[in-house]
Antibody, heavy 126, light 110 residues
Framework: QLQLQESGPGLVKPSETLSLTCTVS??????????WGWIRQPPEKGLEWIGT???????YYNPSLKSRVTVSIDTSKNQFSLKLTSVTAADTAVYYC??????????????????WGEGTLVTVSS | QSVLTQPPSISAAPGQKVTISCSGS????????VSWYQQLPGTAPKLLIY???KRPSGIPDRFSGSKSGTSATLGITGLQTGDEADYYC???????????FGTGTKVTVL
């Protein structure tokens, strides 16, 4: 059974870099069938896609975060990671990792996130 | 502010049917496929519907999805107290080039 687990510091100071890792178990992160994504949810707010990576290293980022985000993959450890630089209080959120299925049919894109990790709360505060 | 608009809240009695709308545009729902997620209190989102109307294994047929033009709809029949949750739609926006979630709808069972 595929499972994902986020890990990393729960508290980050303003202007510093948020770093999280997602460990995948029950499936190979090197599978050509899947992408791997990060999504966040500020307290009492909705979901926001951060970025997605393919096993080859190809990445796709939310344009609003692109200048501060790096998603990387380590196939030897079956993990992928998120780095978000120059954080502010607005980056306080629960951060989720998820497997993402992406397919293209003609001009249309299929995609969905399944399963998700349990999420980890990251607070930005001095 | 999300480009996919959902009603903030919906409430109904047990056993009733509810429908949750997700309104977008031709650059997102109009030309791409929609998925829906259920987020029970204090938990991670869970996939309910993909490809507009398909249910993953284990999701009861009380949940259904549909799409028409630039809007999508999630239906829940035979409402149960365990269905109290936040529900989100999601799709790709071709113009903005990112995956977008709806604003979310809180379902309350009276």
């Amino acid at each position: 059974q595929l499972q994902l687990q986020e890990s990393g510091p729960g508290l980050v100071k303003p202007s510093e870099t948020l770093s999280l890792t997602c460990t995948v178990s029950g499936a190979s992160i090197s599978s050509a069938n899947y992408h791997w994504g990060w999504i966040r949810q500020p307290p009492e707010k909705g979901l926001e896609w951060i970025g997605t990576i393919y096993y080859s290293g190809s990445t796709y980022y939310n344009p609003s975060l692109k200048s501060r985000v790096t998603v990387s993959i380590d196939t030897s450890k079956n993990q992928f990671s998120l780095k978000l630089t120059s954080v502010t209080a607005a980056d306080t959120a629960v951060y989720y990792c998820a497997r993402q299925i992406i397919m293209i049919r003609g001009d249309s894109i299929f995609n969905w996130f399944d399963p998700w990790g349990e999420g980890t709360l990251v607070t930005v505060s001095s | 502010q999300s480009v996919l608009t959902q009603p903030p809240s919906i409430s109904a009695a047990p056993g009733q049917k509810v429908t949750i709308s997700c309104s977008g545009s031709s650059s997102n729902i109009g030309n791409n496929y929609v998925s829906w997620y259920q987020q029970l209190p204090g938990t991670a989102p869970k996939l309910l519907i993909y490809d507009n109307n398909k249910r993953p294994s284990g999701i009861p047929d009380r949940f259904s999805g549909s799409k028409s033009g630039t809007s999508a709809t999630l239906g829940i029949t035979g409402l149960q107290t365990g269905d109290e949750a936040d529900y989100y739609c999601e799709t790709w926006d071709s113009s903005l080039s990112f995956y977008v979630f709806g604003t979310g709808t809180k379902v309350t069972v009276l």
